[in-house]
């Protein structure tokens, strides 16, 4: 299995507070992906980073940034958080941008 | 823009049974790929095939193979000799120069 570590795996919390989750790879892969897995939507693509501190928008990027200041560290924030965002997040993994991508096995986030 | 689309919301299979999951895609890159994952209750999310666009030759991996008709855009994905652990949710996925769109799944049920 690809090293790819998410964490928290679940998270409870309250509308209004900042939410940061965080994806960490063993594999140094330049690519690194932010998804959010809802019923009806399939995954959606929130950000993802083509290499340190080089990031881009995905489909549902609104209400969330990320950073990237190392190769292994992909990490995830909801400045404030809101119901909507509640979700799976899954964090995934690429050598190259058209390759197949490896998965984390995710984090429940749940807001309140 | 581009789109995954998986008409079949529910599938279901007779076990040793043959089943074929839809998938249409629309891109406007003339580079890409096409995937088929496999989301298992676990909510892992496990590639099962890969296609590239430039290759007429279907992919196959053992009892999963795909019918790739590229000027149809269309990327079926046929398992044969259906098992208990096949029952999942199935997502197809367009890879582009630096993204992936998938589509909304197909959850697919074997029956003993």
């Known amino acids: 299995d690809a090293g790819i570590t998410q964490s928290p795996r679940h998270k409870v919390t309250e509308t209004g507070t900042p939410v940061t989750l965080r994806c960490h790879q063993t594999e140094n892969h330049r690519y690194m992906y932010w998804y959010r897995q809802d019923p009806g939507h399939g995954l959606r693509l929130i950000h993802y980073?083509?290499?340190?501190?080089?990031?881009d928008k995905g489909e549902v990027s609104d209400g969330y940034s990320v950073s990237r200041s190392k190769t292994e560290d992909f990490l995830l924030t909801l400045e404030s958080a809101t119901s909507s965002q509640t979700s799976v997040y899954f964090c995934?993994?690429?050598?190259?941008?058209?390759?197949?991508?490896?998965f984390g096995d995710g984090t429940r986030l749940s807001i309140l | 823009a581009q789109t995954v689309t998986q008409s079949q919301p529910e599938m279901s299979v007779q076990e040793a049974e043959t089943v074929t999951l839809s998938c249409t895609y629309d891109t406007s890159e003339s580079d890409y790929y096409l995937f088929w994952y496999k989301q298992p209750p676990s909510r892992q999310m496990i590639l099962v095939i890969r296609q590239e666009a430039y290759k007429q030759q279907n992919a196959t991996e053992n009892r999963f193979s795909v019918n790739f008709q590229k000027a149809a855009k269309s990327f079926s994905l046929k398992i044969s000799d259906s098992q208990l652990g096949d029952a999942a949710m199935y997502f197809c996925a367009n890879g582009g120069r630096n993204q992936f769109y998938f589509g909304t799944g197909t959850s697919l049920t074997v029956i003993p």
């Open positions: 995934a993994i690429a050598d190259r941008g058209n390759q197949p991508q490896h």
């Open positions: 980073s083509y290499g340190v501190k080089d990031t």
